[in-house]
């Protein structure tokens, strides 16, 4: 799946400020891999909830 190599402090999302900082890394890594893509308008939307449906997206994505 990958491995996150460097330490990066903010991700391309609208809603940047909104991610944990301990998130972060991890939420830039999966979004470079195509894995995630946010909710529409560049936003990940943190502090939301994700459906059936975008979970089962994020692992077709990742094992596609």
């Known amino acids: 799946i990958g491995k996150v190599d460097t330490e ?3 991700t391309s999302f609208a809603d940047d400020a909104s991610i944990s900082s301990w998130a972060k890394n ?3 890594f999966a979004s470079s891999k195509g894995y995630v893509n946010g909710k529409g308008d ?3 939307d943190p502090n939301g909830d994700a459906t059936r449906a975008e979970l089962a997206q994020i692992f077709f994505n990742m094992f596609k």
Do not use: C, D, K, P
Request: zero cysteines; proline letters at 0%.
């Open 8 to 10: 990066i402090s903010e």
């Open 42 to 44: 560049n936003l990940f």
């Open 26 to 28: 991890g939420v830039a």
